[in-house]
């Protein structure tokens, strides 16, 4: 069955500073998405990405995915601690199905 | 933009009783919508898939007589947890494809339910 790993599982950074987050799938990828959760709440959609060499921006948030489609990271730059909260990654698990599974999640810390 | 809601934000409730939880799409319809369950510090699992006027359909693992999915207009999906059990307590999310020709999904709020 098709996984997602993220890595770091955590991670705690001082403001200012730029953070990666990985994303490795076992297969090739439909569509990558990237999610932040805040504790017990509801996710918030960041990205989609869909071809090979992809990237995409918005605000101090880059994600990229790789031309084979099986791996993803997510850059933020110049951290600010309304940046923290949870990464997930997700991948579509068949093509347009819309089911997704998601990755094991990225705590992120940002220190004022 | 489109919003997807869901009610109660929280419960608690006692062994043995059971619960229902309703997702809506706000200013679209979901003829088909997705349930998901978050233990602490993992990641969203998925649950099933409901659909509008047919049968939820499961994944492997997840018991179908005790995650009654209903789903009967184009807005509104219920999950109904039957007699639950501590073990199930977990926050439970429900999302919703746009569709359109779009492949934009929208993910509720959650909802939080504690069994004691």
């Known amino acids: 069955s098709q996984e997602l790993e993220q890595s770091p599982q955590s991670l705690i950074v001082q403001e200012g500073k730029n953070l990666t987050i990985n994303c490795t799938s076992s297969?090739?990828?439909?569509?990558l998405y990237w999610y932040k959760q805040k504790y017990g709440e509801g996710l918030i959609f960041l990205m989609m990405l869909q071809k090979g060499g992809e990237e995409k921006s918005h605000e101090k948030i880059t994600a990229k995915l790789d031309e084979k489609k099986q791996q993803s990271s997510l850059h933020i730059t110049a951290s600010q601690p309304s940046h923290a909260g949870i990464y997930l990654c997700g991948a579509d698990m068949d093509s347009g199905t819309y089911k997704y599974i998601f990755g094991t999640g990225t705590r992120l810390k940002v220190l004022a | 933009g489109a919003v997807v809601s869901q009610h109660p934000s929280r419960v608690i409730c006692k062994s043995g009783t059971s619960v229902k939880i309703e997702c809506r799409s706000l200013d679209f319809q979901a003829t088909t919508m997705f349930w998901y369950r978050q233990f602490p510090k993992q990641s969203l699992m998925l649950m099933a898939t409901?659909?509008?006027?047919?049968?939820?359909?499961?994944e492997q693992g997840v018991e179908k007589d005790k995650f009654l999915i209903n789903h009967a207009g184009l807005t509104l999906s219920t999950l109904t947890v039957t007699s639950a059990h501590p073990e199930d307590s977990s926050f439970y999310i429900c999302?919703?494809?746009?569709?359109?020709?779009?492949?934009?999904?929208?993910f509720g709020p959650g909802t939080r339910l504690t069994v004691l």
């Open positions: 999302s919703a494809p746009v569709g359109g020709g779009t492949d934009t999904q929208y």
């Open positions: 409901s659909n509008e006027g047919s049968k939820a359909t499961y």
């Open positions: 297969k090739t990828l439909y569509g």
